[in-house]
């Protein structure tokens, strides 16, 4: 039933396409004739490279036996032999009104604390964590940078403005009080104090100026702004998944966040707690997961049944399973999804397409040697009739690439440090090493991603 580990490569060449070779030449010659030898080289080339491995099996009619995840009675059965289901229908369901109440405690739990006041509640203090969080971003860079200096300028200007026009009114004072000194000197006299307090009030607003124009912030002030900014933002973060939690959202989850607000733990704990009973209740629940046909019945009411106990078998409508089986050794080269040709003994002249749907864990035995079972579907309708138990040849694709540039794997070399470098020959007969970095191999040959040209002729010679 096995067949050997096949490694395929389909090559199409183009206008360049051509055989690198090693020609050794020999004629019938005497003691004293040489033989002659050509370097062994081979020309780079485009092509498709496509990667596979083969097996054998038959096929199956998709038969499903579908259980229930726990123990419990058989309290409903919903269908019988031979009625056909659709997808998530219900066929059968456990005891389960101790689970139907926990639901229901649960969701009571969840509905109080996610009213309509208490989501409009958290949408205002959100607001309100918003402004604290952009004032404490403020208060930050104002320790960070310190005052404005245009400010403190705006003030220097100011005062030296106020300073001036007192000093004006000072010295108009003094001359006409040289006339009328009785009327005039007690206002000079009150200008002068004026004038006074007026330069050292210039003399400050300067050395304020040159306290912010050399400002340095108080490492105790600053790790204060820090600490705050960052508290701030934290009650952000918290209260946004408090917030998106309450209105359906998932729970994203963030250092700090249940710390910062414990309201957004006590929702956290009810929604788990409401998502626990519904999947409790749910594992009491036997759903059909695919159309089908209900073939045999293996409970009826009042039975108990152990968890992952078959209880039901679904057979599909039409889809008939591939089932085919790989050396071990192929494991590491297939995954779900990969593309499948098909060959029935029946059609010989066909080729249908697949896909891989599923391995199994475990190896099974077969003609006495352990393989690895495989499970694949036709892509499309096959369009001919087949039957349950038709044996087939598969190819599992398992890597493929189109009009890639392609050179022997024995023009590969390997440096000390695990890349790869061909050897190119050159017009005047010498060969010059290009770094070339490797896609794809089979057994044959090598797609190359960069660093040689279709075209190029490089050294097969062994080393």
């Known amino acids: 039933m096995m067949r050997t580990r096949n490694m395929l490569i389909i090559l199409f060449v183009g206008l360049l396409a ?18 002659s030898s050509t370097p062994a080289t081979a020309l780079v080339r485009q092509g498709d490279l496509l990667v596979s491995v083969s097996g054998s099996g038959e096929l199956v009619a998709q038969e499903l036996p579908l259980a229930f995840p726990v123990a ?116 000079a006299t009150q200008l002068g104090r004026s004038k006074e307090r007026s330069e050292q009030a210039v003399e400050a607003a300067q050395a304020d ?50 710390e910062s607000n414990p309201q957004l733990l006590a929702l956290e704990r009810a929604k788990l707690g409401l998502e626990k009973a519904n999947w409790n209740l749910q594992q009491t629940m036997l759903k059909a997961p695919d159309e089908g046909t209900v073939t045999e019945l293996l409970i009826s009411p009042g039975m108990r049944i152990d968890d992952g106990k078959p209880s039901l078998i679904l057979s599909g409508l039409d889809d008939l399973l591939v089932r085919f089986y790989l050396e071990d050794a ?50 499309d309708p096959p369009g001919v009739r087949l039957l349950s138990g038709m044996s087939l040849e598969v190819e599992v694709i398992a890597a493929e690439a189109q009009d890639v540039v392609l050179v022997p794997i024995q023009a590969l070399r390997q440096n000390p440090d695990g890349s790869s470098f061909v050897e190119v020959l050159q017009p005047n007969g010498t060969f010059t090493a290009a770094s070339v970095r490797v896609g794809l191999k089979d057994l044959a040959n090598a797609q190359v991603l960069s660093g040689v040209q279709v075209g190029d002729n490089v050294s097969t010679a062994a080393r």
Do not use: C
């Open 209 to 258: 100026l040159a306290w912010v124009k050399n400002y340095q912030p108080d490492p105790q002030e600053l790790a204060k702004a820090e600490a705050q900014a960052e508290l701030a933002a934290a009650r952000l973060a918290a209260q946004a998944a408090y917030l998106e939690l309450l209105q359906g959202g998932p729970l994203t989850e963030s250092e700090g966040t249940f």
């Open 72 to 187: 419990g009675e058989i309290s409903e059965m919903y269908v019988a032999v031979g009625d056909t289901v659709k997808v998530d229908q219900l066929l059968a369901r456990l005891e389960n009104s101790q689970a139907e109440l926990n639901l229901k405690q649960a969701q009571l739990n969840w509905a109080q604390l996610s009213t309509p006041q208490i989501i409009a509640e958290a949408e205002q203090h959100f607001l309100e964590l918003e402004q604290e969080l952009t004032e404490a971003q403020a208060d930050l860079a104002y320790v960070q940078d310190g005052p404005s200096v245009w400010y403190y300028e705006v003030l220097v200007d100011q005062a030296q403005a106020d300073y001036e026009k007192i000093r004006q009114e000072y010295l108009r004072a003094l001359r006409l009080s040289e006339t009328d000194p009785r009327t005039y000197r007690p206002l």
């Open 18 to 35: 051509g055989s690198g070779y090693f020609a050794y030449t020999q004629a019938a010659v005497g003691p004293e004739e040489v033989i």
């Open 330 to 379: 192929d494991l590491g080269q297939i995954s779900t999804g990969d593309r499948l040709e098909l060959r029935l003994d029946a059609y010989p002249d066909h080729t249908f397409a697949g896909s891989l749907r599923r391995i199994d864990p475990a190896l099974v035995m077969v003609d006495g040697s352990p393989v690895v079972q495989v499970w694949g579907g036709f892509t």
